[in-house]
């Protein structure tokens, strides 16, 4: 005699329920608006869209954002393995509010972020007005922006690469020590390897949050096109004007961009030792 | 010499993890640092390596001075627990870095590093990564690593710890032939005697921060000097008896001390004899060896190629068994031996002989003594008057609160003369209370801390610090309060019935010994739980176990409904009285009914307060 | 063989994210690679202006200079511009936004600028015409078929008259306003102040929307907000040529002209672009630059030149802000004193 199954009992073996739940709550959240932006994008045709992409200032606002994203990564890159080094190797006082300070980017509002450097590095800033005279003034340029975003992600790359650094037991340089080799010979030849995974995906999430960064960029860059405008302000720019295809043809760009930076980092993330 | 190291000294804080250690390991010699974890033995080959500073003394690496260097000139080779090889790396990358550092050009550095591969017995496995190879040949990447540059000297930190049984004794073949081959230098760090015995050229076993005996494998294992390396190397039976006449007396045993024990007339000597020097027969031995007596077997456990024997023999007067350890309620003595499996069943009731033996040295007994620098004598003439009989030595703690005057040591010395403590040392401190002690017991294990409650106990109650200090002791401490009586006669153990109380018997018991003076168990009932068997019983065991210790006793054991009371008329006829403590889980010193506090602060003689176990 | 391939294809997907970020960043820094060939980078002039200026400069003004200059050096020049309220314009100066030239809509601006040290003090006087570019009356502008009979300033005090009017603080074209308000009060009244602050008072009773710009006043305009609103003869003008007026356009008896200040802000001026920008500026008073001017709705300086647009409207009496001594004082006394202190104060704005 068979036990009778109840038809509850079935459910809560099947996964069908819940997938077919998540995706109902995705799909207003996620699924859908990301769907709209291709579909808007391509409203007009290919033609319409490649044309949209070839305005000088979208192509501008590309590049320049590309540009931005790598030169924040690289500088970074080197300043985050430097301070998880510092952090993870030294005991010193005040260490444990420096790792809070160090992390605070993540808490503070990009705006605010971008206000903040306004103040400083402005001409009417408290160092800013010192340079004045020199002629010199980061806000407004380039410079401006890497400044910004340097700011917002440093977080990011610190978070990738110190974990690693903690795991590393003290034993591994000491052995490198003592064959011979002097701290600088030690970290680039013995640590700096075990951190290739770290500072590969401290870089591709750098790199992304860059490339997305809006609420600092937008107070320092003063959004002048061909200048310092990135690809997120020339989105806003261009929908506040009405060219909404215009917008929509970058926007569909920078989504297709991320999700090829996650899927790699997502594939290197799970296999960080692979001998490569 | 290719190391020398000279009193060196390593503090962490207040701790000192390595206590004055000199030795000496000559060119090609293999010495293996044997010692419990803790012991310092780590600390003192990093040491050598440069990766721990040192606080004091001198390190030498084939002649020259490395004490301040740091680690990359010194030229040593380090191996690991955790292999710690680099992991980015192949196997022939990891040998060759020492190589690459020194830009030793790369056809040398291949054919050096084939070399290795070969000494190690990884020909072929260049070019693996060390996810691709076990536990054990990791270790040899790690061991060519080291080699590959030709250090002056190989140290290894519990290379073999990590791995399974077999690969250890793989490795430790594999090690003993390369360090033969090469005749490197080499200090060994572990804690695994068997590791010893098979690599060391000569031994040294540490403990505790301090270098107790170094020597050859056979000598330290036969012919131990102390009690910690004998029971480290090996196991065995350690019975203690008395010096007169220039012998050690176990009972109707006389043996010769050999010249380098220091022995003193009176003072106990400690007889030591392996398993495996153990005679049993079933008619009386003709030979001259030493015969304890007629045992009888209680317990046989199989163990592989060998039998194990327990047996019990009858107590040996004038003598008591160190280890292995006595349980509660034992009179005689417990020996352990082992026999071949294959050989016959001993008889019942054996004749147990020796066929080989080693007399130890004796540590006395070392007494703390805290003195405030003014007020009365009393716990300087209470220790002076334990001292003489247990030969003890001595030190004085001056103990002044925050600024001490210029003179306060010399105050202090004068003072012990007076108690006539001539041979103490003075030391002084001004931290806590209790921290200075913990200082002082960090550089010497006491047996007994003495220090004063407070004058007025009678009234006023004891001093905070007092009370919490005694919370939190591990070792037995005498406070004395207004009177020190000049001579112990008569000491009252105050047992509580059940587990707690054994430590009381046992340190009270040996005390009682030491003075040669007589014992009373008391043993207040609570009157609503009526007569009770089992407290009974353990009375009747703690004066079994003192009787062991041939020290007389009486047992007193009666209803009172204020267990305080009772302990304090009963004290007035005695010299000294010994409590329990209660451990630092349990707060409850402080509550005003507590036992312990009442009879700390309304008795006028001296009272031991033993540590929880 | 097959484990060759593996092997391969093994290694080209562990250095595919590599390759991609290579790819990208190529891609990144395309333009600015100095390879052969390569056409090289154009100038940029960074030029801020007020609110209605911005068709005229987008479609008339930058144009006609990038043909010229192209004509005479051979270089492309590329223009970076942003159109707001004159207020909001000289904050942004303030701010530091890197601009090489500013029209301003009223001279107290340039005057504020060269208070907060951005330009030195009276520079623009030096230029042709003490720095103005080109001038424009204020008119008023009336629904399609003037239902309220509007005539005259007077007109706008009646009640029910609904006023859309910009904002003071960051509007220039505000600032006109009140002074033409007042102006019109006290000139037709025998200068008497009370009448200009009575007129004043009477108006802005039946103010009944504010927007940030004279640019955005219009769009509120027309939107449906208000009757009436007071603004740039030209932003209507421009329309009405392309017969895209909505409504009617009624000329005061008095009314002030506004005369709009150049300014050149030297500290953001770099050695590499001092060239163009002084002969962009210098291009604005060319006579080119002045007749696109007249033709977009703005009254040229050169009064010769006015007569080419039929659509200038007749004003009997057109004073301007030097009929009350200059700015400074206006400001301090009409707008600050007088429509501030004490018209809104009573209307407890």
Same mark, same amino acid.
């Given at each position: 005699?068979?036990?009778?199954?109840?038809?509850?009992?079935?459910?809560?073996?099947?996964?069908?329920?819940?997938?077919?739940?998540?995706?109902?709550?995705?799909?207003?959240?996620?699924?859908?608006?990301?769907?709209?932006?291709?579909?808007?994008?391509?409203?007009?045709?290919?033609?319409?869209?490649?044309?949209?992409?070839?305005?000088?200032?979208?192509?501008?606002?590309?590049?320049?954002?590309?540009?931005?994203?790598?030169?924040?990564?690289?500088?970074?890159?080197?300043?985050?393995?430097?301070?998880?080094?510092?952090?993870?190797?030294?005991?010193?006082?005040?260490?444990?509010?420096?790792?809070?300070?160090?992390?605070?980017?993540?808490?503070?509002?990009?705006?605010?972020?971008?206000?903040?450097?306004?103040?400083?590095?402005?001409?009417?800033?408290?160092?800013?007005?010192?340079?004045?005279?020199?002629?010199?003034?980061?806000?407004?340029?380039?410079?401006?922006?890497?400044?910004?975003?340097?700011?917002?992600?440093?977080?990011?790359?610190?978070?990738?690469?110190?974990?690693?650094?903690?795991?590393?037991?003290?034993?591994?340089?000491?052995?490198?020590?003592?064959?011979?080799?002097?701290?600088?010979?030690?970290?680039?030849?013995?640590?700096?390897?075990?951190?290739?995974?770290?500072?590969?995906?401290?870089?591709?999430?750098?790199?992304?949050?860059?490339?997305?960064?809006?609420?600092?960029?937008?107070?320092?860059?003063?959004?002048?096109?061909?200048?310092?405008?990135?690809?997120?302000?020339?989105?806003?720019?261009?929908?506040?004007?009405?060219?909404?295809?215009?917008?929509?043809?970058?926007?569909?760009?920078?989504?297709?961009?991320?999700?090829?930076?996650?899927?790699?980092?997502?594939?290197?993330?799970?296999?960080?030792?692979?001998?490569? | 010499?290719?190391?020398?190291?000279?009193?060196?000294?390593?503090?962490?804080?207040?701790?000192?993890?390595?206590?004055?250690?000199?030795?000496?390991?000559?060119?090609?010699?293999?010495?293996?640092?044997?010692? $419990?974890?803790?012991?310092?033995?780590?600390?003192?080959?990093?040491?050598?390596?440069?990766?721990?500073?040192?606080?004091?003394?001198?390190?030498?690496?084939?002649?020259?001075?490395?004490?301040?260097?740091?680690?990359?000139?010194?030229?040593?080779?380090?191996?690991?627990?955790?292999?710690?090889?680099?992991?980015?790396?192949?196997?022939?990358?990891?040998?060759?870095?020492?190589?690459?550092?020194?830009?030793? $050009?790369?056809?040398?550095?291949?054919?050096?590093?084939?070399?290795?591969?070969?000494?190690?017995?990884?020909?072929?496995?260049?070019?693996?990564?060390?996810?691709?190879?076990?536990?054990?040949?990791?270790?040899?990447?790690?061991?060519?690593?080291?080699?590959?540059?030709?250090?002056?000297?190989?140290?290894?930190?519990?290379?073999?710890?990590?791995?399974?049984?077999?690969?250890?004794?793989?490795?430790?073949?594999?090690?003993?032939?390369?360090?033969?081959?090469?005749?490197?230098?080499?200090?060994?760090?572990?804690?695994?005697?068997?590791?010893?015995?098979?690599?060391?050229? /000569?031994?040294?076993?540490?403990?505790?921060?301090?270098?107790?005996?170094?020597?050859?494998?056979?000598?330290?294992?036969?012919?131990? /000097?102390?009690?910690?390396?004998?029971?480290?190397?090996?196991?065995?039976?350690?019975?203690?008896?008395?010096?007169?006449?220039?012998?050690?007396?176990?009972?109707?045993?006389?043996?010769?001390?050999?010249?380098?024990?220091?022995?003193?007339?009176?003072?106990?000597?400690?007889?030591?004899?392996? *398993?495996?020097?153990?005679?049993?027969?079933?008619?009386?031995?003709?030979?001259?060896?030493?015969?304890?007596?007629?045992?009888?077997?209680?317990?046989?456990?199989?163990?592989?190629? $060998?039998?194990?024997?327990?047996?019990?023999?009858?107590?040996?007067?004038?003598?008591?068994?160190?280890?292995?350890?006595?349980?509660?309620?034992?009179?005689?003595?417990?020996?352990?031996?082992?026999?071949?499996?294959?050989?016959?069943?001993?008889?019942?009731?054996?004749?147990?002989? @020796?066929?080989?033996?080693?007399?130890?040295?004796?540590?006395?007994?070392?007494?703390?003594?805290?003195?405030?620098?003014?007020?009365?004598?009393?716990?300087?003439?209470?220790?002076?008057?334990?001292?003489?009989?247990?030969?003890?030595?001595?030190?004085?703690?001056?103990?002044?609160?925050?600024?001490?005057?210029?003179?306060?040591?010399?105050?202090?010395?004068?003072?012990?003369?007076?108690?006539?403590?001539?041979?103490?040392?003075?030391?002084?401190?001004?931290?806590?209370?209790?921290?200075?002690?913990?200082?002082?017991?960090?550089?010497?294990?006491?047996?007994?801390?003495?220090?004063?409650?407070?004058?007025?106990?009678?009234?006023?109650?004891?001093?905070?610090?007092?009370?919490?200090?005694?919370?939190?002791?591990?070792?037995?401490?005498?406070?004395?309060?207004?009177?020190?009586?000049?001579?112990?006669?008569?000491?009252?153990?105050?047992? /509580?019935?059940?587990?707690?109380?054994?430590?009381?018997?046992?340190?009270?018991?040996?005390?009682?010994?030491?003075?040669?003076?007589?014992?009373?168990?008391?043993?207040?009932?609570?009157?609503?739980?009526?007569?009770?068997?089992?407290?009974?019983?353990?009375?009747?065991?703690? +004066?079994?176990?003192? +009787?062991?210790?041939?020290?007389?006793?009486?047992?007193?054991?009666?209803?009172?409904?204020?267990?305080?009371?009772?302990?304090?008329?009963?004290?007035?006829?005695?010299?000294?009285?010994?409590?329990?403590?209660?451990?630092?889980?349990?707060?409850?010193?402080?509550?005003?009914?507590?036992?312990?506090?009442?009879?700390?602060?309304?008795? *006028?003689?001296?009272? @031991?307060?033993?540590?929880?176990? | 063989?097959?484990?060759?391939?593996?092997?391969?294809?093994?290694?080209?997907?562990?250095?595919?994210?590599?390759?991609?970020?290579?790819?990208?960043?190529?891609?990144?820094?395309?333009?600015?690679?100095?390879?052969?060939?390569?056409?090289?980078?154009?100038?940029?002039?960074?030029?801020?202006?007020?609110?209605?200026?911005?068709?005229?400069?987008?479609?008339?003004?930058?144009?006609?200079?990038?043909?010229?200059?192209?004509?005479?050096?051979?270089?492309?020049?590329?223009?970076?511009?942003?159109?707001?309220?004159?207020?909001?314009?000289?904050?942004?100066?303030?701010?530091?936004?890197?601009?090489?030239?500013?029209?301003?809509?009223?001279?107290?601006?340039?005057?504020?600028?060269?208070?907060?040290?951005?330009?030195?003090?009276?520079?623009?006087?030096?230029?042709?015409?003490?720095?103005?570019?080109?001038?424009?009356?204020?008119?008023?502008?009336?629904?399609?078929?003037?239902?309220?009979?509007?005539?005259?300033?007077?007109?706008?005090?009646?009640?029910?008259?609904?006023?859309?009017?910009?904002?003071?603080?960051?509007?220039?074209?505000?600032?006109?306003?009140?002074?033409?308000?007042?102006?019109?009060?006290?000139?037709?009244?025998?200068?008497?102040?009370?009448?200009?602050?009575?007129?004043?008072?009477?108006?802005?009773?039946?103010?009944?929307?504010?927007?940030?710009?004279?640019?955005?006043?219009?769009?509120?305009?027309?939107?449906?907000?208000?009757?009436?609103?007071?603004?740039?003869?030209?932003?209507?003008?421009?329309?009405?040529?392309?017969?895209?007026?909505?409504?009617?356009?009624?000329?005061?008896?008095?009314?002030?002209?506004?005369?709009?200040?150049?300014?050149?802000?030297?500290?953001?001026?770099?050695?590499?672009?001092?060239?163009?920008?002084?002969?962009?500026?210098?291009?604005?008073?060319?006579?080119?630059?002045?007749?696109?001017?007249?033709?977009?709705?703005?009254?040229?300086?050169?009064?010769?030149?006015?007569?080419?647009?039929?659509?200038?409207?007749?004003?009997?009496?057109?004073?301007?802000?030097?009929?009350?001594?200059?700015?400074?004082?206006?400001?301090?006394?009409?707008?600050?004193?007088?429509?501030?202190?004490?018209?809104?104060?009573?209307?407890?704005?």
């Amino acid at each position: 005699m068979n036990p009778p199954v109840s038809v509850t009992t079935r459910r809560l073996h099947s996964p069908v329920f819940p997938v077919s739940m998540l995706v109902l709550v995705l799909l207003p959240l996620l699924l859908l608006p990301l769907a709209a932006v291709f579909i808007f994008a391509f409203r007009g045709g290919a033609v319409a869209f490649l044309a949209a992409l070839k305005a000088p200032d979208a192509q501008f606002a590309l590049r320049f954002s590309i540009v931005m994203a790598f030169a924040t990564a690289a500088v970074n890159a080197v300043i985050g393995t430097f301070a998880a080094y510092v952090l993870s190797k030294y005991s010193f006082r005040g260490k444990r509010p420096l790792n809070i300070v160090v992390n605070l980017p993540v808490a503070i509002p990009t705006v605010v972020v971008g206000t903040s450097l306004l103040l400083l590095w402005g001409p009417i800033g408290l160092l800013g007005r010192l340079l004045e005279p020199l002629g010199l003034q980061p806000m407004f340029t380039p410079a401006g922006v890497l400044l910004a975003h340097l700011f917002v992600t440093f977080p990011y790359m610190l978070g990738a690469v110190k974990p690693l650094l903690d795991e590393l037991e003290t034993t591994y340089e000491e052995a490198a020590y003592t064959i011979g080799a002097s701290r600088w010979q030690t970290f680039w030849h013995v640590i700096l390897p075990a951190l290739r995974g770290g500072i590969f995906s401290g870089t591709l999430l750098t790199f992304a949050h860059s490339l997305g960064e809006f609420g600092a960029t937008v107070m320092v860059s003063g959004n002048l096109r061909l200048r310092t405008q990135t690809a997120p302000l020339y989105i806003f720019a261009q929908f506040e004007a009405g060219n909404i295809a215009g917008a929509n043809a970058v926007a569909a760009v920078l989504a297709v961009l991320s999700f090829v930076i996650f899927f790699f980092l997502l594939r290197y993330a799970v296999r960080p030792t692979r001998a490569s | 010499m290719s190391i020398v190291l000279a009193n060196v000294t390593k503090r962490y804080g207040s701790q000192t993890v390595v206590k004055n250690v000199s030795l000496e390991i000559g060119e090609g010699g293999l010495f293996v640092l044997l010692g $419990a974890s803790g012991s310092g033995k780590s600390t003192v080959l990093r040491m050598i390596a440069g990766l721990t500073t040192c606080d004091e003394g001198r390190i030498l690496i084939k002649g020259r001075d490395v004490t301040h260097l740091a680690p990359q000139p010194r030229g040593t080779g380090l191996v690991f627990q955790n292999y710690s090889i680099f992991r980015h790396m192949t196997v022939a990358e990891n040998i060759e870095f020492g190589l690459k550092i020194r830009k030793v $050009a790369s056809v040398q550095r291949a054919k050096r590093r084939d070399e290795l591969l070969e000494l190690v017995g990884l020909t072929g496995y260049g070019d693996r990564y060390p996810h691709q190879i076990s536990g054990g040949q990791q270790q040899r990447v790690a061991l060519a690593r080291a080699l590959a540059y030709e250090p002056s000297v190989l140290l290894l930190d519990e290379p073999l710890g990590a791995l399974d049984v077999k690969i250890r004794a793989q490795l430790r073949r594999s090690l003993k032939e390369i360090q033969r081959r090469l005749r490197v230098t080499t200090l060994l760090v572990t804690h695994d005697q068997e590791e010893a015995y098979e690599l060391a050229d /000569r031994i040294g076993v540490m403990d505790r921060g301090t270098l107790l005996e170094v020597g050859v494998p056979e000598e330290l294992y036969h012919r131990p /000097r102390t009690l910690y390396v004998a029971s480290f190397l090996g196991g065995g039976t350690v019975l203690a008896g008395r010096v007169a006449n220039g012998l050690a007396h176990f009972g109707p045993l006389s043996l010769p001390i050999p010249a380098e024990v220091p022995h003193e007339e009176g003072a106990s000597a400690e007889l030591l004899f392996r *398993p495996e020097h153990v005679i049993l027969s079933s008619d009386p031995p003709a030979s001259n060896g030493p015969v304890l007596g007629k045992g009888r077997v209680v317990e046989q456990t199989f163990s592989g190629a $060998a039998r194990r024997l327990r047996l019990h023999l009858p107590h040996l007067p004038s003598t008591r068994q160190v280890s292995p350890a006595v349980a509660f309620g034992e009179q005689g003595i417990v020996i352990e031996t082992s026999i071949p499996a294959s050989a016959p069943a001993p008889a019942d009731e054996p004749w147990v002989s @020796l066929r080989n033996w080693a007399i130890l040295g004796q540590a006395p007994p070392r007494l703390l003594v805290i003195d405030t620098g003014s007020g009365p004598l009393t716990s300087l003439h209470t220790a002076s008057a334990l001292a003489g009989p247990m030969r003890a030595s001595v030190i004085v703690l001056g103990y002044a609160r925050g600024d001490a005057p210029e003179d306060f040591r010399d105050t202090v010395a004068h003072r012990a003369q007076s108690a006539e403590l001539n041979e103490a040392e003075v030391h002084i401190g001004t931290s806590d209370l209790p921290i200075q002690i913990a200082t002082e017991s960090a550089n010497t294990l006491f047996d007994f801390i003495i220090l004063s409650g407070n004058p007025g106990a009678a009234k006023a109650g004891l001093k905070p610090d007092v009370v919490s200090f005694l919370e939190g002791a591990d070792t037995p401490v005498i406070v004395v309060a207004a009177e020190a009586p000049k001579r112990f006669e008569r000491i009252l153990i105050c047992t /509580r019935a059940g587990e707690p109380g054994k430590n009381d018997i046992r340190i009270g018991g040996r005390l009682a010994r030491h003075l040669g003076a007589q014992v009373t168990l008391l043993h207040i009932q609570q009157p609503e739980l009526g007569e009770q068997p089992l407290a009974r019983r353990h009375l009747e065991m703690a +004066s079994a176990t003192l +009787s062991g210790l041939e020290v007389q006793n009486t047992i007193r054991t009666y209803p009172d409904p204020s267990p305080a009371e009772a302990i304090l008329r009963e004290a007035a006829k005695h010299d000294l009285i010994v409590v329990g403590g209660h451990g630092p889980e349990v707060q409850s010193l402080f509550s005003r009914d507590d036992i312990t506090l009442q009879v700390l602060m309304r008795v *006028p003689c001296p009272v @031991l307060v033993v540590p929880a176990e | 063989m097959v484990f060759k391939r593996k092997a391969l294809l093994r290694r080209v997907r562990a250095l595919a994210p590599i390759l991609f970020l290579g790819v990208l960043l190529l891609y990144g820094l395309w333009p600015w690679l100095p390879l052969p060939g390569r056409p090289p980078q154009p100038q940029t002039v960074v030029f801020y202006g007020f609110s209605i200026l911005g068709e005229v400069m987008n479609k008339g003004i930058f144009p006609a200079f990038q043909k010229e200059w192209a004509a005479r050096t051979g270089q492309r020049v590329e223009f970076i511009s942003s159109f707001s309220g004159s207020g909001t314009v000289r904050n942004q100066l303030i701010m530091g936004v890197p601009a090489h030239l500013a029209l301003l809509s009223l001279e107290l601006d340039a005057q504020q600028l060269a208070q907060a040290r951005v330009i030195p003090p009276e520079s623009w006087r030096k230029l042709p015409h003490q720095g103005v570019v080109n001038r424009t009356p204020f008119v008023i502008l009336v629904r399609q078929g003037n239902t309220r009979g509007v005539r005259d300033f007077a007109d706008l005090t009646r009640p029910g008259v609904g006023l859309v009017h910009p904002d003071p603080l960051t509007s220039g074209g505000a600032n006109w306003a009140i002074v033409a308000e007042y102006g019109a009060g006290t000139r037709q009244n025998g200068g008497r102040p009370e009448a200009g602050r009575q007129l004043l008072a009477g108006i802005w009773a039946n103010v009944v929307a504010q927007a940030g710009s004279a640019r955005a006043g219009r769009t509120q305009f027309e939107n449906g907000f208000g009757d009436a609103l007071i603004t740039y003869e030209q932003e209507l003008l421009y329309d009405l040529g392309r017969g895209k007026l909505k409504g009617e356009i009624i000329y005061p008896h008095s009314t002030i002209q506004s005369e709009h200040t150049l300014v050149v802000v030297g500290r953001n001026v770099g050695p590499r672009d001092r060239q163009v920008v002084e002969a962009f500026r210098d291009f604005l008073w060319s006579e080119q630059a002045q007749k696109i001017f007249v033709e977009y709705g703005y009254r040229s300086v050169d009064e010769g030149l006015n007569a080419t647009n039929p659509h200038f409207g007749k004003i009997s009496d057109l004073f301007s802000i030097a009929d009350f001594g200059g700015w400074t004082k206006a400001k301090k006394e009409i707008v600050d004193g007088i429509w501030k202190k004490q018209v809104l104060a009573k209307l407890k704005r």
